[in-house]
Structure formats: C-alpha cells, structure tokens
C-alpha cells in the first residue's frame, strides 16, 4: 500500500505484507515504537511502552516466517492494550496510582491467545480510573488527547488510550473493554471501529474488574474486518472464566456475505432523544446507503430500549459490583482516588442488596422481551453517542458538568449492555468541525458475525473509516 503509510494502514494489508515477506515485523514493530516516541508526549495514549518485549516477539514472529510456520492473519502485527489486562512481570495499573505496584504473575488468558496468534505486544494503554467512566478524563495519569483536534476534545472512555492509540497510528489495533459503552464510546470519538462483545464470549480472566455482569473485551481497530480477525482469535471457552460458553462461531466465514436481504431498522426509542443535529443526520443518512447494498431498511419502536434505563436507574447493576470490588480500598484510600471516580463509586455505597437482587431479576426479563422484539431484525441502526468530542475543559469544569457528559456519552451504549446485545461502533461522518462521528450497528446477543457483517458491509460502501487525523499524518 504504497500510498498509505505503514500506520494507517489496516491490520488485512499489513498481513498480506508480512505473508507475502515483502514486510518484516521486526522492521513494522521498530516503525510503531518510533511512532510511539515520536507523538506519545503529545497523545498520552500509552501508559507502558514494552519494547524490549515487543522487539523479542517481533524477532520470533520473524523467524518463523524465515522458516516457514507462519500461524495465521495476525501473524507479526502490533497491538496494544488496555491497562486492565495483565501481562507477566508489568504492572496492571487500572489507571491508578494506587496499583502502581500490582505486578502481574502472569498474561491474561487474552494476551496469551494474541501471543499464539502471533500478535506483538507494544505496551500498555492510558484507562479512565478504574474503568468507571465514559468521557476518558483520568487525573492521575492523564488524558489522551484526541488526534482529531489541535485542543484537547474527550477521547471518549473508558478505553481512551487504546482508541487514541488507533487513531493516531500508534498501533494498527488496541484491546479495550466494555462495560457500559467503553469501546464504543471512544471509537466513536476518535473514528475509528470498536466491536462490543456478549458477555461469555470472551474471557475476562486477568483482566481488573468493574462489573462481573456486564463487563465484555473487545477490540479498537480501523475496520470491520480487522475487527472480526482479532476476535476470532480471542474468543471461545476459558476454565478460568466460569462465564465464557462454548458456542461454535467463525466470524470470518460471512464477513463478506454483504446486507442484500437482512433486516435492518432505525430503533425509534429514546436512542434519538436529544442527540445533537448533525449526530443524527450523519446516522441516518446511513439508511440510504444500506438500501443500495439491497438490506430492508426499515424503522420499528423499541420501547425496551427505555425500559432499560427505567429499571435500571443510576446503573444499579455496575455501580453495586463495582462498590463490591472496592470496597476496602476506597474505605481506607478514598482521597487517593480520582475524585470523579471515587465519588462516583462511593455513592453505590447506598445500594441495597435487595435493590440489586430485583433488578437483576428485572433486566433478565426484559433481556428476554427485547429478543423476541427483535426476531424480525436482524440488526438495529442507532447513533453511538448523543453528541461528538467536547473540549476536555469543558467536561471537567465541575463535577456536576463531567455527569451531564457522561450521561450523554454513555446512554446509548449502556442499553446494549443492559439488553445483553453485542454492538459495533463504525465512523459513519464528520461535524462541521471536523470531529468524527459513529454509527452503532447492534443485534442480538451471541451474533457477532451478524454486527461485522453490516459493518464490513458499510465499510466496503463509505470511506469515512479511511480518514485520518492531521496529527502525525505522513
């Protein structure tokens, strides 16, 4: 890809390089690491640059090449990740200072499985605190900025590094996770891909809490397609997470199937309730480009959407379990914690365990309503925030501001992860101003393929996924 840079280049072109030994890894992975030195003072998107691990895994991934065992798609490419997976002998900091010491014994099962698929770790992305946040403000260790404007503008959360990361051509994909929007919401504002999994698909063991019930991994990429090879990679049963399924599914295998014939539908719910003019427009103009592809697009009510936040009011679920994991520490530690996240975990003090437990119960049941709803869809069309990247100033000019912008930032994802649906963000427009903006493509729970089938789809139509911002552009 002669006209592209090698760092915005997607995760397919760059194998293709690699397989065909016109592309050494060695060389790609010194390219990123320069990458990373170069613009990182600037982004603040990694935490802990792992070179010396990096260049070994990418001498490995070389010699196998040479000796003809190559494993696979992933073989000799880049990543990053989150700093709230564990990775041997480094610290899984969760954004906080208080775990500056917290030096993992082991990889995540996750990294393990990139390892196997050939992937080469680059280091450790910058996380809002603890993963409880949308907007991507962390004190402690900085917010990443976003690449899309000169002023600093939210990267979205809680995965801000690793969108930023993506974005800026640092890494060609980065592993976050997603609680109630955290892949979605920063992929989204750095435009950019961000895939949203079911809960049980992929396992969170060695990964630092937030919710056990909600909490999902999932990869920041350019495309779709990117998209869909990571996860095939990360997905499937792991006996250290009681909640991954066995559940037989290749992404790969219809990922270019196209949309002629599928249903898809504008949900007409509060998804659209008071979302900025030109975040609408964007989304619905995706309509018309579906319909040449030959999908049925339609629009339906979906009042399970507002249900959701109905019987789950101040995210009893997440708050509760993330109180629980806290518990001690921010007892004996509270003015040591991010002042927006320890008052926000403090005050799920206050729930009961009886309001916990009937919510519960309430959301299973409208889980289960809200599939039957969507048996004649295939996928619903939805913008994935309410309004684009606002200047970082203006979200953190008080507390009671950054909670308006997080309630705004995280609606419309935190649905799909109350209904139990997997998601994906794809950039689908810009704002007068130049900030991206996303369309979230959701289906039913455990149809993965069905999300990145649409996406791919649309990406194969549009080039807003081809945009790159001015910083380190070249």
Known sequence: ?????????????????????????????????????????????????????????????????RAGRSVGPLHGIPYALKDLFDVRGAPTTAGSNLLAGNIAGDDAPVVARLARAGMILLGKTVTVQFAFGGVGINHHHGTPHNPWHATPHVPGGSSSGSAVAVAAGLAPMALGTDTGGSVRIPAALCGITGLKTTVGQVSRAGVFPLSASLDSVGPLTRTAEDAALVYQAIRGRDARDPSTVLLEQDVLAGLRDG????????????????????????????????????????????????????????????SAECYAVHRERIE???????????????????????????????????????????????????????????????????????????????????????????????????????????????????????????????????????????????
């Open 259 to 318: 949309v002629r014939g599928l249903r898809l539908a504008f949900a007409e719910s509060v998804f659209w309730d008071g979302v900025d003019p030109e975040v609408a427009a964007a989304v619905r103009a995706c309509g018309p480009v579906f319909a040449v592809l030959g999908a049925h697009v339609t629009s339906i009510e979906f009042p399970e959407a507002a249900e959701t936040e109905r019987l789950n009011p101040r995210g009893i679920i997440g």
């Open 1 to 65: 890809m002669p006209d592209i840079p090698l760092h915005f280049q997607t995760i397919t072109e760059l194998a293709r390089q690699i397989q065909a030994r016109t592309l050494s890894p060695v060389a790609l992975t010194e390219h990123f690491l320069a990458r990373i030195a170069a613009l990182n003072g600037t982004l603040g998107a990694f935490r802990l640059v792992l070179a010396e691990r990096a260049l070994a895994e990418a001498e490995a991934a070389e010699a196998a090449l």
């Open 332 to 474: 004996r530690h509270f003015a040591d914690y991010d002042p927006i996240v320890g008052t926000r975990i403090m005050a799920a003090k206050q729930i009961s365990a009886a309001d916990y437990i009937t919510t519960q119960w309430a959301v299973a049941d409208l889980r289960t309503r809200a599939v039957a709803a969507l048996r004649d869809v295939d996928a619903l069309l939805v913008p994935t925030t309410m309004i684009p990247p606002v200047p970082v100033a203006e979200a953190d000019a008080s507390l009671e501001i950054y909670a308006q912008h997080n309630m705004r930032y995280l609606r419309n994802t935190s649905i799909g992860n109350g209904l139990g649906l997997c998601g994906l963000s794809v950039p689908c427009g810009f704002t007068a101003a130049g900030l991206p903006i996303g369309l979230m493509i959701y289906a039913k729970p455990f149809q993965e393929d069905v999300v990145l089938r649409v996406g791919h789809a649309y990406q194969t139509a549009t080039d807003w996924h081809r945009r790159t911002p001015e910083t380190g552009r070249g």
